[in-house]
């Protein structure tokens, strides 16, 4: 596994705690910060701002999970978000999703691939049922998918991780 | 004037049913209802914490209509409520089924089963049926914990358990996580209990309603060795057992019922029933005679006592860097373990393994520290079994023993004569009463007539005294609760405050409020205990530790004199830090090379973190890069390198380098290139 913790992305929490003078009201924007430099929320960083904020780590970890902007689990590289809302189930989403899961080699029950490359999420509505199936990949909005044209795509993302 | 007066005679009233009811500064309406008489149902209110308002029991209406919950509004005069008005009642029917809706209610197999507050108000309200439909995934159990079971099938999420870890124990173990349906209580990162810093006082499960956090039960244990013919069954009770036991069988709160419990044990097949008040008498004669050592050479003072478990693992947590002022005393639980398997062993002429020694205790922690493994020699526990009163009183049930009309009995001997300072100890200040009749004989070889230190008893949160002893004028403070030495402790490392002794226990009320007893404990229970434990003492012919002829009896047999080799190897014990989380901590920097490669570690900790260690972490890091060694080192950021006395500490290569400040980043990088150049010659060579 890669560190997860350069000094430098240490230094930008530090820096946000430090802001609110290691004041327990620093826990949101201080969680927001997290999310940003890595992403996702590791378990040990929590660890260090709820000693950091004097706070339990229990209660560091309950605000985490209660906002839906904060992720607990490590997200790849690329993330694949495939819209599933009623639009987009009905023309089609399933077969791409699958096509996807099959296509970055994700087993059931997994989100994320091992070399943390890709995460494929779905979601119950992008607000584009004009394009269904919609599929977003790294915020670039990829319309009226089919399991042969999002392969394509992803195609073209693999040479890039190669 | 006179008109003045009489408002202020005249106390403000509110009307709760058409009738009247003086307010005299209830904190809420719900103690105001209460006060009336009428009691109304709460799952999420404690008056011992703060409101809640989310278990919609405590509803009442008022006259233009709104509803609202009591236990979250302050009572205002001329307040007109109805408490059970039909509306009211229908609402909280519905809240009610709600919650039962969401709970695994296979209350036959539950530990609670007859003392749970669901099951008790589902029957006041006649619910007779659950109209939702039933949670269909079931939680795992978490059985980590020496002290407590959670089953999260039977939470409410009434938060109970949470604000009481909280804000009386200033630990926050449990929180609320995740939101809507998947809401839970959780330790941190919904790990087990036993991999967080739960401190194992089961003040969360004195207080759930339900059958979410149960005193764990090891009764079949018990049974077991009682039918056991190779083994000798020891019991010992501890001082708080005697005033709490006959709540469980209906006799009075704080009523005194040592006598009958002992009968009882016999009946069920104990061999030696014998009382921890000996070993705490003896705690006292070896506490003291440490204690005087210090207050003369004037070092590691305060001392603090050392008899709670709970508070003996958060200091190990939370002052590692003062292990050193904890007594090194054990527990009266664990001297008596220990002169049971030692010596008593000896004279009953049989095998350490064949003497099975149960504790019957008011705490769950105690659990846990007859766990521990300083207290087993050969694999063979000091104490084998610690069962709580409530399990007790549960064995006695099952037994179809009727309690209340028992005769009473005798201990036996040598073990079961104790003077009043051993059966103090059960009260929050008893340890410290009961050393201080010690010390001005044990400095000077001069009884005090005084016998009752009054200035130290009471159930405030945190008292201190001062005290003569023999010209010393001692610093006395006594504490109960975690929250609350937690609070004393920032005073003192701030230098605010200064004592030479510090009594501390983890539960409200010391002992007689530990999460095993029976009963709701609140403070009007925990205040009958008291008086009934304060009793128990003026009614001892003998009150001060030294003059308990067997404990005397003891050190001439064995130990020998106070403090001696042998009563430290017998008595005493030591600490360690213990590290608060499981894991890592935090990769920096991961070396690249295929060879060799130094692993440091900065901690991060609260005490190194205090000390600057973050930013000694950054230079460091900025050192490494520079030194072109980069690819040789592995980085870290730890939590804990228990090394919290010498903070800030960074270990290199598993050699520890303490006292560091935010500027000694080079001081390391030294001991880095050293340990290079070692490897490097170690390859060579
Ligand atoms: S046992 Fe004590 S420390 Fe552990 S979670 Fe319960 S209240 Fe907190
Ligand atoms: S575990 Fe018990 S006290 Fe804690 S929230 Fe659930 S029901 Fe309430
Ligand atoms: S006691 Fe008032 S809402 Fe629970």
Redesign the pocket.
Same mark, same amino acid.
């Given at each position: 596994m890669p560190p997860i913790g350069e000094t430098s992305e240490l230094e930008r929490i530090n820096q946000v705690i430090a802001e609110y003078g290691n004041n327990q009201s620093a826990l949101i924007p201080v969680l927001q910060q997290v999310q940003e430099v890595y992403h996702y929320l590791p378990e040990e960083i929590l660890t260090y701002v709820a000693t950091a904020l004097n706070l339990s780590p229990a209660t560091v970890y309950g605000v985490a999970t209660f906002y839906a902007q904060f992720s607990l689990e490590a997200k790849g590289k690329h993330v694949v978000r495939v819209c599933d809302g009623t639009a987009c189930h009905v023309r089609g989403s399933t077969p791409v999703l699958n096509a996807i899961r099959k296509k970055v080699g994700l087993t059931a029950g997994m989100k994320t691939t091992g070399d943390r490359q890709f995460t494929v999420e779905t979601v119950s509505c992008l607000g584009a049922c004009g394009l269904a199936p919609a599929v977003v990949i790294d915020d670039r909005i990829y319309g009226q998918m089919t399991p042969e044209a999002v392969s394509i795509v992803l195609d073209e993302l693999m040479k890039e991780v190669d | 004037m006179s008109a003045n007066n009489n408002t202020a005679v005249q106390a403000a009233t509110l009307t709760i049913n058409g009738r009247p009811v003086e307010i005299n500064g209830e904190k809420n309406l719900?103690e105001v209802v209460r006060k009336a008489g009428i009691d109304l149902p709460? =799952?999420?209110?404690h008056s011992e914490l703060s409101? =809640?308002?989310?278990?919609?029991?405590?509803l009442v209406e008022t006259e233009d209509g709104r509803i609202l919950?009591?236990?979250?509004v302050p009572a205002d005069p001329g307040m007109k409520i109805k408490t059970h008005s039909p509306r009211v009642q229908r609402i909280r029917k519905v809240a009610l089924e709600l919650l039962l809706a969401n709970h695994d209610r296979e209350c036959t197999t539950c530990e609670k089963s007859g003392v749970c507050k669901l099951q008790d108000l589902a029957q006041r309200y006649g619910i007779d049926e659950v109209r939702f439909g039933k949670r269909d995934q079931k939680m795992p159990l978490d059985l980590s914990s020496p002290a407590i079971v959670r089953n999260p099938n039977r939470c409410i999420l009434?938060g109970d358990c949470v604000r009481m870890c909280k804000e009386v124990q200033g630990l926050g173990i449990l929180d609320f996580a995740n939101r809507g349906a998947s809401m839970v209580v959780t330790p941190a990162f919904g790990r087990d209990i036993a991999d967080v810093e739960c401190v194992n006082c089961g003040q969360c499960a004195a207080v759930c309603p339900t059958g979410a956090l149960t005193v764990k039960s090891e009764i079949d244990q018990a049974w077991a060795a009682i039918y056991d013919d190779s083994k000798t069954v020891v019991v010992q009770i501890a001082p708080a057992v005697r005033v709490a036991v006959g709540d469980a069988f209906g006799l009075k709160p704080g009523e005194i019922s040592l006598g009958k419990l002992v009968a009882a044990l016999r009946m069920i097949g104990i061999d030696k029933v014998f009382d921890t008040s000996f070993a705490a008498d003896l705690t006292v004669m070896e506490e003291t005679t440490e204690f005087i050592n210090r207050l003369r050479s004037g070092a590691q003072l305060p001392q603090f006592t050392s008899c709670c478990p709970a508070w003996v693992k958060y200091a190990e947590q939370y002052y590692p860097d003062m292990l050193s002022n904890l007594s090194s005393c054990r527990s009266p639980q664990q001297m008596f373990g220990s002169v049971a398997k030692r010596y008593y062993t000896k004279e009953l002429n049989i095998d350490p393994k064949d003497m099975y020694v149960i504790s019957v205790m008011p705490c769950t922690a105690k659990k846990f520290e007859a766990a521990r493994p300083e207290f087993s020699n050969d694999g063979v526990r000091d104490v084998d079994l610690v069962l709580t009163t409530q399990e007790i009183a549960h064995m006695i049930k099952e037994a179809g023993i009727n309690f209340a009309e028992l005769e009473e009995d005798s201990l036996d001997m040598p073990f079961g004569f104790t003077t009043g300072a051993g059966v103090i100890f059960g009260v929050t200040g008893g340890v410290a009463e009961a050393v201080l009749r010690a010390a001005n004989f044990l400095l000077t070889g001069e009884e005090l007539q005084k016998v009752a230190f009054t200035e130290v008893r009471g159930l405030a949160g945190t008292r201190a005294a001062t005290v003569d002893v023999a010209g010393h004028e001692v610093r006395v403070a006594i504490t109960h609760t975690l929250g609350e030495i937690k609070a004393l402790m920032e005073k003192i490392r701030k230098g605010e405050e200064y004592f030479d002794i510090i009594e501390v226990m983890a539960c409200p009320g010391g002992c007689i409020g530990g999460a095993g007893q029976p009963g709701q404990n609140t403070i009007e229970l925990r205040t009958k205990r008291s008086e009934g434990i304060y009793r128990a003492d003026t009614r001892m012919q003998l009150r001060k530790a030294q003059e308990n002829p067997l404990v005397q009896h003891v050190y001439d047999k064995w130990l020998g004199q106070y403090g001696s080799h042998e009563a430290h190897e017998a008595l005493h014990t030591q600490y360690s830090g213990r590290s608060r989380m499981p894991g890592e901590g935090i990769s920096i920097m991961q070396g690249q090379s295929q060879g060799e490669k130094v692993d440091v570690a900065v901690c991060v900790g609260t005490c190194c973190f205090l000390k600057g260690s973050t930013q000694m972490l950054a230079d460091l890091t900025e050192l490494i890069d520079q030194s072109g060694y980069a690819d040789q080192v592995n980085l870290r950021a730890a939590f804990c390198l228990e090394n919290c006395a010498g903070s800030a500490s960074v270990k290199v290569d598993g050699k520890i380098i303490g006292g560091l400040t935010a500027k000694k980043s080079a001081v390391v990088m030294q001991e880095i290139m050293a340990a290079l150049r070692n490897k490097k010659a170690k390859v060579e060579a």
């Open positions: - | 719900l709460t =799952f999420c209110y409101a =809640f308002g989310a278990c919609r029991q405590c919950a009591s236990c979250s009434c």
